[in-house]
């Protein structure tokens, strides 16, 4: 699975994507966002208030009870400011 | 019709070039943002290929729910300096009330849908721009 990130969420973690192989217990957007915290501090940071971090998974607004499966393109990022 | 780019744009020429040659169109409203003054200077990431899914799918809403005969939205990315422009939605309708409606819509659901983030260069130094509860607000009169 490949996840971006962008905005603040790319600075604390300090990079701008990372690919791994998804972990047979995660199933939802919300679950990722649980897993990848645990992964670093950094990670731990940028996940640190869940309610200010936005998904999509291939490149759709997504909840975070959405599904989430090997091989989906899934981000993470503030809400939008643009306009 | 879409655009994502990071030089400016001449709202002059934009605008002619809306619904060119369409009789049918009746009145046309432009809405074009910039970086206001108390900023000396910001710039705009994206999400590559969300982008241009999401303002493709803002586009298609409008021309849903009004009978527009264009659509045109322009976005900046990179650096921008205060004054710059960074937006640029239009819409073209055979009556003014559907032009004036679209416009407000596209610009309303673009800043809450459209994966943009301002990054503002203060003298303090760089800083994020937070979202804006009005904003929110503004797309859900469009339920």
Redesign the interface.
């Known amino acids: 699975m490949t996840v971006?990130y962008?905005?603040?969420v790319k600075?604390k973690i300090g990079k701008s994507s990372e690919t791994f192989a998804l972990p047979g217990d995660v199933t939802t957007v919300g679950e990722l966002a649980g897993w990848l915290a645990q992964q670093s501090a950094a990670h731990a940071s940028a996940f640190a208030e869940p309610r200010l971090v936005r998904a999509?998974v291939n490149?759709?607004?997504a909840d975070s009870d959405h599904p989430v499966a090997d091989g989906d393109e899934v981000?993470f990022?503030?809400?939008?400011?643009?306009? | 019709m879409i655009r994502i780019q990071r030089e400016d744009f001449d709202v002059g020429t934009e605008t002619a070039a809306l619904a060119e040659g369409d009789t049918g169109v009746g009145g046309l409203c432009v809405f074009v943002g910039t970086v206001r003054g108390e900023v000396p200077a910001m710039t705009l990431e994206h999400y590559p290929g969300m982008t241009e899914r999401q303002l493709e799918a803002i586009e298609a809403e409008a021309r849903r729910r009004w009978p527009l005969s264009d659509v045109r939205i322009i976005h900046r990315i990179g650096r921008l300096e205060a004054g710059e422009r960074i937006v640029l939605v239009a819409a073209a309708s055979a009556h003014r009330e559907a032009a004036f409606r679209a416009t407000e819509f596209l610009i309303d659901w673009l800043k809450t849908k459209a994966p943009f983030w301002k990054c503002e260069h203060k003298a303090g130094g760089d800083v994020w721009v937070d979202a804006r509860d009005s904003d929110e607000q503004a797309t859900l009169k469009w339920r």
Do not use: S
């Not at chain 1, 990022?77 to 306009?83: E, I, R």
């Open positions: 971006l962008f905005a603040w600075d999509a490149q759709d607004h981000a990022f503030p809400p939008v400011t643009g306009g």
